[in-house]
């Protein structure tokens, strides 16, 4: 079904959702779903969904891409059928990252599903993961973290300085003030449950949220809430030469800092009110 009309907001008042319409919509089959932001990934969104389709992941979870806006005409209507995708969401309000998974979230949310697993679009993680996901939330983990740095998982051609970040300085930053010990805190391939997103204490439906401030605030606030947390090792692998990202090496590695500054200082927690 097609739908090229920007979606009603049928989300809570309270919630800061931006706008978006739905280009592809199936309904939900499953009880959980797999969200793949992306934007001009190019060739990478069709070699993701060809690995996921060897998989059957199709099968066991519902695929939702959000575009945060492509030009590149890498999300033809026969690209989707072919590999399963039962929705595809057209980010046509302001941000980013953050503003690209608010509307997936609150969509997904809206739709019934119990969890929610978050792959990137750029083909660097291995799909191969996502069953061991959904069997962690079945046995009641509320966050999980792919790792490429703990036992099992795989790191290949790792840009030497964000390995060092990663490892030196984001992870153990976040680690202290979360209370538990992340090893991989930049990756966007994670899950978690329903009501992880719906607690008004971590109310992850602000307007705060545009860039990549959402990985880090929810690294940082929901162990710090008493959520059972997992790290699961996973493959992520960078090609030869190219670097396929959307942060820059000087400003968006700056940007990125900053965001580790103010989610580690609790900028990013709801009001006091919203605590209780």
């Not at 980013?96 to 509307?103: N, V």
Request: overall charge neutral.
């Amino acid at each position: 079904m097609i739908d090229a009309q920007p979606q009603a907001n049928p989300f809570p008042s309270d919630w800061e959702v931006p706008e978006f319409r739905v280009d592809h919509w199936l309904g939900r089959q499953h009880r959980y779903c797999i969200v793949i932001p992306v934007i001009n990934e190019g060739e990478r969104i069709g070699r993701l969904l060809a690995r996921m389709s060897a998989l059957g992941i199709g099968k066991q979870a519902d695929i939702l891409i959000v575009d945060g806006g492509s030009t590149d005409d890498s999300l033809a209507a026969a690209l989707l059928n072919e590999h399963d995708v039962r929705g595809l969401l057209v980010k046509i309000g302001a941000g980013k990252l953050s503003a690209q998974l608010r509307c997936a979230y609150a969509f997904a949310l809206t739709h019934g599903y119990e969890g929610i697993v978050t792959i990137d679009g750029n083909d660097k993680d291995d799909p191969e993961a996502i069953p061991r996901f959904i069997a962690a939330m079945e046995d009641g983990v509320d966050f999980v973290q792919a790792s490429r740095f703990v036992a099992g998982g795989v790191a290949e051609n790792t840009p030497w300085i964000r390995d060092l970040a990663i490892r030196y300085l984001h992870a153990p930053l976040i680690s202290r003030v979360a209370g538990f010990r992340w090893t991989d805190t930049t990756q966007g391939f994670r899950a978690y449950r329903r009501g992880l997103l719906l607690d008004p204490r971590v109310a992850p439906f602000r307007s705060v949220f545009m860039t990549y401030e959402l990985l880090a605030y929810l690294s940082c606030r929901v162990p710090r809430l008493g959520y059972r947390c997992l790290e699961l090792p996973t493959s992520r692998r960078y090609p030869s030469g190219e670097v396929p990202t959307k942060i820059s090496s000087i400003r968006g590695n700056l940007a990125v800092l900053r965001i580790l500054i103010k989610a580690t200082l609790g900028d990013f927690d709801p009001p006091r009110s919203e605590n209780l």
